[in-house]
């Protein structure tokens, strides 16, 4: 049974940092694709970062160079490393799990970020 369970969120201010972190069970890393997205409100949930089970990681155009996914193998954790924060960069941040061959996504129940002076 996959559970993916966020936390890091919270209150920064324009041109800060914040570090997310996705606590990954049922999952190997080596079969799932693991991703960030976010929701803004009134917006669609969009894809933020992806580490593939296998290959590069791919960022959205807007948080490239900011943006920096990564997994643990050791926690079984997956990171999102948050820099340069704008205030659109605010939204609840959720974790994805997709097993390489199957077509269900699991989610995280999500954290909120917020960014703002």
């Known amino acids: 049974q996959v559970r993916l369970v966020e936390s890091g969120g919270g209150l920064v201010q324009p041109g800060g940092s914040l570090r997310l972190s996705c606590a990954a069970s049922g999952v190997t890393f080596s079969f799932y694709d693991m991703s960030w997205y976010r929701q803004a409100p009134g917006k669609e949930r969009a894809l933020v970062a992806t580490s593939p089970s296998r290959g590069t990681s791919n960022y959205a155009d807007s948080v490239k160079g900011r943006f920096t996914i990564s997994k643990d193998n050791a926690k079984n954790t997956v990171d999102l490393q948050m820099t340069s924060l704008k205030p659109e960069d605010s939204a609840v941040y959720y974790c994805?799990?997709?097993?390489?061959?199957?077509?269900?996504?699991?989610w995280g129940q999500g954290t909120q970020v917020t960014v703002s002076s």
């Open positions: 994805a799990a997709k097993y390489r061959w199957g077509v269900s996504t699991y």
